[in-house]
């Protein structure tokens, strides 16, 4: 029983939504589709997994277990009808930890401007601030989604036009406590590798770009963008390091799974489900469910640094396992 971390995929992130309704439709928008769903109506919630998939997706025609970047949506029966349900999107405390999801995109001043005909709102606009090549939108709940070019605003000026189906689910970030044990589990323990570092002393913080083998091998030292090498890929977990807070040993993020609930967990495919299991035993990992804990015998949790969640399953297209 062996296992191999250079075809793990980073498969989804997750986050809880108010009214499915709404949320898929608005990432329908941002032209994902749906790839899967499951009901669970005895303990009432279901689960939608969106991504991107027309014939110009990275992923298309894969089975969900065998892709990168799906955004996972969970919804609890009846938070549409309740009035005082609120999400935290992770950027306030309380609750602070995750930050955003972020998408690229073909053409990325006609992308925004296509958001903002339709009416949906931005926690940052490209003509905000300095930092002129990125945009945050909102979605219904109030995650901010990143949205960053595939191409360089100077080449994608004056272009009125921009294709959905050419966008990518490019990366999930959440904040870390400790740069040096967040960057040795995620390199060591879960087998990614470090693509990008973008250091910014001016302002005390740092930003690593993770990303399994199997992506990180395609993605170019330099790209047309000039400044961003990754964009036209998906599955990366971007760390945010704000400088000191490895030295307070009171300083916590919120893993958004206790209240005030939002961000749920990312989610590793792997090639061997109990290998894999077993390898992380090895490595003494903190578990929040081992595959032989409770009635899913099919699905494990492991705990980063920060208590973050990571969902461990089977890519179904490298081995079948029948549920135990």
Same mark, same amino acid.
């Given at each position: 029983?062996?296992?191999?971390?250079?075809?793990?995929?980073?498969?989804?992130?997750?986050?809880?939504?108010?009214?499915?309704?709404?949320?898929?439709?608005?990432?329908?928008?941002?032209?994902?589709?749906?790839?899967?769903?499951?009901?669970?109506?005895?303990?009432?919630?279901?689960?939608?997994?969106?991504?991107?998939?027309?014939?110009?997706?990275?992923?298309?025609?894969?089975?969900?277990?065998?892709?990168?970047?799906?955004?996972?949506?969970?919804?609890?029966?009846?938070?549409?009808?309740?009035?005082?349900?609120?999400?935290?999107?992770?950027?306030?405390?309380?609750?602070?930890?995750?930050?955003?999801?972020?998408?690229?995109?073909?053409?990325?001043?006609?992308?925004?401007?296509?958001?903002?005909?339709?009416?949906?709102?931005?926690?940052?606009?490209?003509?905000?601030?300095?930092?002129?090549?990125?945009?945050?939108?909102?979605?219904?709940?109030?995650?901010?989604?990143?949205?960053?070019?595939?191409?360089?605003?100077?080449?994608?000026?004056?272009?009125?036009?921009? &294709?959905? #189906?050419?966008?990518? *689910?490019? =990366?999930?970030?959440?904040? @870390?406590? /400790?740069?040096?044990?967040?960057?040795?589990?995620?390199?060591?323990?879960?087998?990614?590798?470090?693509?990008?570092?973008?250091?910014?002393?001016?302002?005390?913080?740092?930003?690593?770009?993770?990303?399994?083998?199997?992506?990180?091998?395609?993605?170019?030292?330099?790209?047309?963008?000039?400044?961003?090498?990754?964009?036209?890929?998906?599955?990366?977990?971007?760390?945010?390091?704000?400088?000191?807070?490895?030295?307070?040993?009171?300083?916590?993020?919120?893993?958004? &799974?206790? #209240?005030?609930?939002? *961000?749920? =967990?990312?989610?590793?495919? @792997?090639? /061997?489900?109990?290998?894999?299991?077993?390898?992380?035993?090895?490595?003494?990992?903190?578990?929040?469910?081992?595959?032989?804990?409770?009635?899913?015998?099919?699905?494990?949790?492991?705990?980063?640094?920060?208590?973050?969640?990571?969902?461990?399953?089977?890519?179904?297209?490298?081995?079948?396992?029948?549920?135990?």
């Amino acid at each position: 029983m062996s296992t191999d971390t250079s075809t793990y995929k980073f498969n989804h992130s997750m986050i809880r939504i108010k009214d499915p309704k709404k949320s898929v439709e608005y990432y329908e928008f941002l032209g994902m589709k749906q790839v899967n769903k499951y009901d669970f109506p005895d303990n009432k919630f279901s689960l939608y997994f969106m991504a991107y998939d027309s014939p110009k997706a990275v992923s298309h025609g894969n089975h969900w277990s065998d892709r990168e970047g799906i955004l996972e949506m969970t919804h609890n029966y009846g938070s549409e009808n309740d009035p005082n349900f609120k999400i935290t999107n992770g950027n306030s405390e309380p609750g602070k930890g995750f930050g955003h999801t972020c998408i690229s995109v073909d053409n990325l001043q006609a992308a925004c401007q296509r958001i903002e005909d339709a009416g949906y709102k931005f926690q940052k606009k490209l003509s905000d601030g300095r930092m002129r090549h990125i945009a945050f939108a909102l979605d219904p709940d109030g995650y901010w989604v990143e949205i960053i070019g595939q191409n360089s605003t100077e080449k994608t000026e004056g272009i009125k036009e921009t &294709n959905p #189906e050419t966008y990518r *689910f490019n =990366h999930t970030m959440i904040r @870390v406590k /400790d740069a040096e044990k967040s960057l040795r589990f995620y390199q060591k323990t879960m087998g990614m590798e470090l693509v990008r570092t973008n250091e910014n002393p001016d302002n005390g913080f740092n930003l690593y770009f993770l990303a399994y083998p199997s992506s990180a091998a395609s993605i170019p030292k330099e790209t047309a963008n000039g400044v961003n090498p990754r964009a036209f890929r998906e599955g990366l977990l971007e760390l945010t390091w704000n400088y000191g807070t490895e030295k307070d040993e009171s300083f916590k993020y919120h893993d958004g &799974n206790s #209240e005030p609930q939002g *961000f749920g =967990h990312i989610a590793v495919t @792997v090639d /061997d489900l109990d290998a894999a299991c077993s390898r992380f035993e090895e490595q003494k990992v903190s578990w929040k469910k081992r595959l032989t804990d409770g009635r899913m015998k099919n699905v494990a949790f492991v705990l980063d640094p920060d208590g973050y969640w990571i969902e461990v399953v089977q890519n179904e297209k490298l081995k079948k396992r029948s549920e135990l």
